[in-house]
């Protein structure tokens, strides 16, 4: 794992949110390998390489809240978002009182983790290197593409890089021993031998997460313990 970085990301907030779980939303008890891949992605991502998420820490204890969110179930055409553009005016409100909801959701609240990831480069003649060290740089100064998020765009996270050498933080005593989380979302699989540029994707992938002593080990998306 020559080219492995670490980032520690914490919230007032986040919401992993369940798959089965159709209309409510209710989050996993721990952050998941997809979401965690999509805060590195935040940070420093490019087309010609994927970010492969190792082991995943977490720091603080497993709690939960309740609250109520005001959503909309449709979204506005695009034919009338382009009808706008075009003529430089239109209607682009959702105003329909039917159209929106207010849903329930069970969410953690306090949270903090440490991520361990490496990446994979898919072509071309790119230097890991290089790769590496513009997301150290990135990562070390607060820069990122686009604000990271735990779940849900509106839980914001702060991160800190965390050097070499660098010792990971304890976790809370609540997390000591052996923990099986049930069924985990690992990712979304795609197909391989295609062009990475245009990758079709196949279908999420799920795991058996168990967190010992705060850690949880993320099996490769390929392997036997991943399954559809």
Not at 21 to 26: N, Q
Request: net charge positive; proline share 6%.
């Amino acid at each position: 794992m020559s080219f492995g970085v670490r980032l520690k990301v914490w919230s007032e907030f986040a919401c992993f949110s369940r798959p089965e779980m159709k209309v409510e939303r209710v989050s996993y008890d721990v952050i998941t390998p997809s979401a965690a891949r999509g805060v590195i992605e935040a940070i420093y991502w490019k087309p010609q390489m994927r970010w492969v998420i190792d082991r995943l820490h977490v720091l603080r204890p497993i709690r939960f809240t309740s609250i109520r969110r005001n959503e909309v179930g449709t979204k506005i055409p695009a034919t009338t978002a382009a009808r706008a553009m075009k003529s430089g005016k239109g209607d682009l409100g959702l105003y329909i009182e039917a159209e929106r909801q207010q849903r329930a959701g069970l969410i953690l609240r306090d949270v903090a983790y440490v991520i361990e990831a490496h990446f994979d480069l898919l072509g071309g003649d790119d230097n890991e290197a290089k790769h590496l060290d513009q997301f150290n740089r990135r990562a070390r100064d607060g820069q990122c593409f686009r604000r990271p998020y735990l779940g849900l765009r509106e839980h914001a996270a702060d991160f800190e890089l965390m050097e070499p050498g660098q010792l990971l933080p304890s976790p809370d005593e609540s997390l000591l021993g052996e923990r099986a989380l049930g069924w985990m979302l690992h990712d979304i699989e795609y197909a391989k031998g295609e062009n990475y540029r245009m990758r079709r994707p196949i279908g999420p992938r799920f795991f058996h997460a168990t967190m010992r002593d705060g850690v949880i080990h993320v099996p490769p998306i390929g392997s036997a313990e991943v399954r559809a």
